[in-house]
């Protein structure tokens, strides 16, 4: 059997029992015991046992009560979303440039903001959780709340920075970084392949482009799988989404895919149904159900947020290409709702965690809240948007990235006011083979190219 190679197989199962009651399968209490005895050094890469406790999960009956209508496939997923807006009546192509520049440049900004936190926003540190832990290490360099890239400054406080480059003292492009790196593959994949490209084409592009440390969790397993399961000199064509998507992938509702969405709306501009079609097609093979949906919804927002300004209008559309009865909609109706009614950020944030604390620090849901609160709350402000997206936590350079897309492109490089802006030098050094170094001048252009190709096309 294909087992990840992002987490040992033990570990990897531990997520699985997790993922499997998310989705509302009755998981017995008997396999809940069988996996708790197993000793995480001694039975790490125990296959035989793992692998059996794995089959035994496959074979699990859904809870008849289960709520939630989360369909995989696009035709189901369409015919259970509410109405909304399919597309929108786009402004003059004159000022389009300037936007996608913004959105690159957002992008980029918001990624690099997070980086060196991400995983003490994810993990915490010293018993604290993670946006406990960012607040603590701003407020003992009197930089709170959060206004500027983090100083890697030492006040022997133990709270530990990552990634360098990233940081204030050294900071002088966009490093490398997988929120960077899967938007130019979206944008290699329409510059080869057009608007008519498939998922396949996608997992030909990641084995040409990607290192294979530079993928992670869902990823690595749905790549792991699609690889070994397909022969080099076979025809992929029996290969399955359904296959690459779920065998061994306890991930497949994280983060991974949302981070994705980025380059088809951006290639959708106006268009929010085509711009979630095309997310689909990225997140079918990697991703199920509200992994698949925060792809697509947020594909929806970014495309929608070249016309419109508003965060809740922006979140109603993204929502309206997604299940009106899956989770990502009723936690991100919920989170319209509380935020109407609180005073700040951190207040919300209070309430994110008290109720979707409990997922992990890179899935979907939870993720996605902390983005919709920071537009919300930093007023759609380029700079004060992107500061609260990472201040709230968790995946702080994904939620930093999808923010700064949204909020540059609605501002446009040109209205960008923020220390976040200059220290990047307009530049990305990424890991992408064929972009060792590029400017988001370029990015910007070559998008617009993209965008009158796709304008084209009708979903």
């Known amino acids: 059997m294909i087992f990840t190679g992002w987490d040992t197989p033990l570990s990897a199962l531990k997520t699985e029992l997790v993922q499997k009651e998310y989705e509302g399968f009755l998981v017995p209490d008997t396999i809940k015991n069988q996996v708790s005895a197993l000793d995480c050094e001694k039975d790490a890469m125990n296959f035989t046992v793992i692998d059996d406790i794995w089959t035994a999960l496959d074979k699990l009956p859904l809870n008849p009560k289960f709520p939630y209508v989360q369909p995989n496939d696009l035709e189901t997923i369409r015919a259970n979303r509410p109405k909304g807006v399919r597309q929108l009546d786009m402004p003059a192509e004159s000022d389009l440039l300037d936007k996608f520049h913004g959105a690159w440049i957002g992008r980029a900004a918001g990624c690099a903001l997070g980086k060196p936190v991400e995983a003490m926003g994810i993990r915490g540190q010293q018993g604290m959780t993670g946006r406990k832990a960012i607040q603590t290490y701003l407020q003992n360099r009197n930089e709170w709340p959060l206004n500027n890239y983090f100083s890697g400054v030492d006040t022997g406080d133990d709270l530990k920075l990552y990634c360098p480059l990233s940081q204030r003292e050294q900071i002088a492009f966009m490093e490398p970084d997988d929120d960077i790196h899967y938007t130019l593959i979206a944008l290699r994949i329409l510059e080869e392949y057009g608007p008519d490209f498939e998922w396949r084409h996608v997992a030909h592009t990641w084995n040409n482009s990607l290192p294979y440390n530079a993928i992670c969790t869902a990823e690595t397993q749905a790549i792991l799988n699609y690889n070994n399961a397909v022969p080099r000199s076979a025809k992929s064509n029996w290969v399955t989404p359904e296959y690459t998507r ?26 929010p149904e085509l711009a979630a079609e095309f997310a689909y097609r990225d997140a079918c093979w990697t991703h199920t159900a509200n992994g698949i949906y925060g792809e697509m919804m947020f594909a929806a927002m970014i495309s929608a947020s070249f016309v419109i300004s508003d965060p809740v209008e922006l979140v109603h559309i993204g929502l309206s290409e997604i299940p009106e009865n899956c989770k990502l909609s009723e936690a991100s109706l919920a989170a319209l709702a509380h935020a109407a009614n609180c005073d700040d950020f951190e207040v919300y944030m209070d309430w994110v965690e008290e109720f979707y604390g409990d997922l992990h620090g890179v899935h979907t849901v939870n993720n996605a809240l902390v983005v919709i609160g920071s537009m919300i709350f930093g007023k759609m402000d380029f700079h004060q948007s992107i500061c609260r997206s990472v201040q709230g936590g968790w995946d702080t350079d994904c939620n930093g990235a999808t923010c700064g897309s949204i909020v540059g492109a609605v501002g446009g490089a040109t209205s960008l006011n923020s220390t976040l802006v200059a220290p990047l030098n307009d530049t990305i050094k990424p890991s992408v083979i064929g972009f060792q170094e590029i400017s988001m001048t370029e990015l910007a252009e070559r998008t617009f190219k993209v965008y009158q190709t796709v304008s084209k096309t009708k979903p």
């Open 246 to 271: 779920t065998s061994r992938n306890p991930y497949r509702e994280w983060i991974g895919a949302q981070i994705r969405a980025d380059g088809w709306g951006y290639a959708c501009a106006g268009n």
